[in-house]
């Protein structure tokens, strides 16, 4: 079992930047791949970001790229999301999840995430206009 604990969101006007964080515990977590989803108000769950067991390989959502980095440090079972040049329809929880046997490329092509081993709570991102 892999428990997964976000925090690092909050509220950041539009241009701003936010690092979210993702403590992992449990199953060792350099054998998972991680990822960043996030659902906004009305809509599904969408895709945003994934890095492979190493950190040598990473996947991004067309929306984000160039704005999001994803980045991990096995050595802290800790996974991170840097987001720069926030807009608003960045606004949405974001859940950390990792995954015993995906690659961060299929990850990127889940949508929705359906059938991803562990997922954390979320944490809320609101960026204003």
């Known amino acids: 079992q892999v428990q997964l604990v976000e925090s690092g969101g909050g509220l950041v006007q539009a241009g701003g930047s936010l690092r979210l964080s993702c403590a992992a515990s449990g199953r060792t977590f350099s054998f998972i791949t991680m990822g960043w989803f996030r659902q906004a108000p009305g809509k599904e769950r969408e895709f945003v970001a994934a890095i492979s067991r190493s950190g040598a390989s990473t996947s991004y959502a067309d929306s984000v790229k160039g704005r999001f980095t994803i980045s991990r440090d096995n050595a802290k079972n800790t996974g991170y999301l840097q987001m720069n040049s926030l807009k608003p329809e960045d606004t949405a929880v974001y859940y950390c999840?990792?995954?015993?046997?995906?690659?961060?490329?299929?990850?990127?092509?889940?949508?929705?995430?359906?059938?991803?081993?562990?997922w954390g709570k979320g944490t809320l991102v609101t960026v204003s206009s």
């Open positions: 999840a990792a995954d015993r046997i995906k690659t961060a490329q299929s990850m990127g092509v889940m949508g929705t995430g359906r059938g991803i081993d562990y």
